[in-house]
């Protein structure tokens, strides 16, 4: 006889895990800040390479533009204002991305505290299925562990 409460808890667990894709390894469970420090090492690169690219399409057009000759200042004031916005740019980006970052950090958190939730209940009913089959087991037995033993009885006093 299949326990509807069983399967419907293993489906419930594989539909979360398969949309989430958080397995319960203990393992690669990281805390708050290796989960902070992962996001943020990503969002620097990221940020770099998206200000590089912005960067370099902005310089392209405006020296493309541009009819008069390029000196050594205007390649220098180019060149200071593109780290002093590479700086705000990297600031303005990083904040985004961490507030991302702990949005994902609590959702990552929700959906693992739901998944050991429902394995716990899982294991739970497999307990429960292990001693009710363990019982009807030993009922059928003769019940030998309940029968009264010669040199048990209670002296009277």
Do not use: C
């Not at 894709?21 to 992962?38: E, H, K, N, Y």
């Not at 392209?60 to 780290?83: E, H, K, Q």
């Not at 009807?136 to 562990?145: A, F, I, K, R, V």
């Amino acid at each position: 006889m299949i326990d509807t409460e069983r399967v419907k808890k293993m489906t419930q667990m594989a539909l979360r895990e398969k949309r989430s894709g958080i397995r319960l390894d203990t393992v690669d469970d990281p805390d708050r800040r290796d989960f902070m420090s992962f996001y943020g090492v990503r969002s620097f690169f990221q940020a770099s390479i998206i200000y590089a690219v912005i960067f370099i399409m902005i310089i392209l057009f405006i020296f493309s533009m541009v009819t008069v000759p390029v000196s050594r200042l205007s390649i220098a004031v180019t060149v200071f204002a593109g780290i002093i916005g590479y700086l705000f740019f990297l600031l303005f980006y990083s904040g985004h991305s961490r507030r991302q970052t702990i949005k994902l950090y609590e959702k990552y958190r929700q959906t693992v505290k739901e998944q050991r939730s429902d394995l716990k209940e899982l294991e739970e009913i497999y307990e429960k299925e292990e001693r009710d089959s363990h019982g009807q087991q030993e009922d059928t037995d003769g019940d030998s562990w309940n029968e009264d033993r010669p040199g048990d009885e209670e002296p009277n006093q």
